[in-house]
Structure formats: C-alpha cells, structure tokens
C-alpha cells in the first residue's frame, strides 16, 4: 500500500513538474509575440527600435504619417489607428505628449479600448497627470484589459541607447509581465506603487530637474561674465558639491560637451513646452495637496516665458540663450 501510495506521488509530482515546465515553455514562446506601440515621436521611435531589436515584433501607430517611415523601414508593421493596434496586439506601450492625448488615444473614436482584448496588458510611458492615469486604469478595467502608468526619465539619448529609467505603477501581480518589455529599453525598471505613482515619481524627478537646469544656466552664465572659460567652470562645478545631472551629463552651454542639445542649436532632447507641460502637472499637484514648492513655481513661469519668446520646440537646456538674451533687453 505504501509503495503504491509513494507511486502516486510520484507521478503527480512529475505531472506537476512537467505542467510547470509547459507553462513556462509557453510563456517563453508568447514572450516573443506582437508588441502594439502607440506613438512614434523623439522618444517613442527609439524605445519602439529596440523592442525590434530584443526580437519583438511591432505594431505601431503615430498620428503624423511621417514619424512612422523610420520605424517601418526598420520594420515594423504600421496600422491605421490606435483601436487597429489593439486589435493585433495584447500588449502596448503609448508614448504621447500630454494629458488629452493620452485620453484620446485610449478613450477616442478611434482609441485602443474601442477594441482592446481582455487581458491585455496596457503600459502608458507618456507624462501625465496622476489623476488621468487612474482614470484611464479604471476605463481598462472594465473592458477586461490592465493599464500600468510607467513614464521614463533619461531623455532622447537615454531612449536611443536602451538604458531610461522606468518609474512603474499599477497592480504589482503585473509588474514582472511589464518588466519584461520595459527592460528591453531601459536599465532601471522602478515599481512605485498603485496606478499613478509612476506618474507622480515623474513629475517630481522633473520639477527638480527643471529647477536644477536653471541653476546650472545661471551659475554657468555669472562665471562666464566674470571671466571663467565655461569648459574650466564645468570641470571645476564637476568635482565640486555645485555637481548635478545638469552640469556634468547635460550641459547648457554650447561648445562645452559634445552630444548634448546645447551643442547642435538645441535641436533634439526634451522640448520646453513639453517641460513646462510637466511642470504645470507639478504645480496642479502641488496645489491639490497644499505643498509649498516656490522654486517649483519660478521654475513654471521660466518655461512658460520661453515657450511665449519661441523657445518652446527648442531643448529645454536653451534657458542658457534665454537667460543670454534676456541680459542684452
């Protein structure tokens, strides 16, 4: 009897086994299926180039005919609309400039949840406000699907290079499933809690960002006016406690780093308007919360200054030339 009882076990232990194994095989075998990708713009087209790269297969869609070409010819298959994307896809990444955007694309005519397949699994990179991500997971959540917010810092060479980082959130059952795409273009993949803390980490990575660029621009501009070589006080600010992200990998002033937007006509990297964007989302929620960010809010009015002179589709490190300009008025 005993023997027999050992016999069983044994057998469900290796049917189990041998399940385990299936699933696994299954899940290495889907690992590899269609990726829908929703916006093809500065970021987007590099992050969708190296999903092609790791070997996945891309669906993509972008508004503008002419953002898609690239990506086609690196091949990808393009669709005619968000819904059409959904409709192929199971899993999707968006990357998109604003709020109604965002809305749109999901929640339009023509959006993904018009046609999204139960289970899919939604990953929204854009920035974004908090509140707008919970609303879009709640309006996937009744079509069946899972949205994750898992907007990226690091910019357009960080995009290009596969090493942004990825400030993620929504259900933690589903964080793994999303790390194994968002690895694929970045190095550091952060889950940060329920849906919107990734909007949240974002918003307030900029808003120090922000402050720290005009920093930066100012304190390089006063030791140019008192007779500093730029290369000298970036090397100096460099090995100093006046050191940031700023300073030392993004430099604002033109002819002091090498590919970096200050030295190309600040052509290329992160638009002013789209930072004044994420620092108006800063300050809305600054004001819902009741939390003093004084910096914060110069900071706001700077870029929003720059986007009125037409500063606004120029890197936002041009608060160097803005601030040049503003001493010559």
């Known amino acids: 009897m005993a023997a027999l009882i050992r016999r069983s076990c044994s057998i469900v232990y ?25 916006g093809l713009g500065n970021m987007g087209n590099p992050m969708a180039k ?8 891309v669906i993509a869609f972008d508004v503008f005919p002419e953002a898609c070409k690239e990506i086609q010819d690196s091949g990808a298959q393009l669709t005619e609309s968000p819904a059409d994307v959904a409709e192929r896809a199971d899993r999707i990444i968006t990357m998109l400039p604003s709020s109604p955007n965002a809305i749109e694309v999901y929640t339009g005519a ?17 920035t974004i406000d908090p509140a707008i991500s919970k609303e879009l997971a709640k309006a996937a959540e009744k079509t069946g699907a899972v949205f994750m917010d898992a907007p990226v810092s690091g910019g357009v060479g960080a995009a290009r290079a596969g090493n942004l980082t990825f400030m993620v959130g929504g259900v933690e059952q589903e964080f793994n499933a999303a790390k194994e795409l968002l690895t694929c273009m970045g190095a550091n993949v952060v889950y940060c809690g329920e849906v919107g803390t990734g909007q949240a980490a974002k918003i307030c990575n900029n808003m120090l960002l922000a402050i720290g660029m005009i920093g930066t621009a100012e304190t390089m501009n006063l030791g140019i006016r008192l007779g500093l070589d730029p290369k000298l006080l970036a090397k100096i600010l460099n090995m100093s406690s ?4 700023s300073s030392d990998t993004y430099n604002p002033v033109p002819g002091v780093m090498e590919g970096v937007p200050s030295s190309n006509n600040y052509q290329g990297g992160f ?18 919360t009741k ?13 929003r200054i720059m986007c009125a002179k037409g500063y606004s589709q120029k890197d936002f490190s041009a608060v160097f030339q803005f601030l040049r300009e503003e001493e010559n008025l």
């Open 50 to 57: 190296n999903l092609l790269k790791h070997g996945y297969p």
């Open 291 to 303: 939390t003093p960010t004084p910096l914060g809010s110069l900071s706001h009015q700077v870029y």
């Open 14 to 38: 290796n049917y189990s086994k041998l399940a385990t194994l299936s699933m696994v095989c299954s899940r290495s075998m889907a690992s590899k299926t269609t990726v829908g990708f929703v």
């Open 271 to 288: 638009a002013t308007t789209l930072m004044a964007k994420d620092l108006g989302l800063a300050q809305d929620s600054a004001t819902a």
């Open 242 to 245: 006046g050191r940031c992200w």
């Open 110 to 126: 023509n959006g993904i949840l018009k046609k999204v397949k139960k289970g899919s699994l939604l990953i929204d990179s854009s």
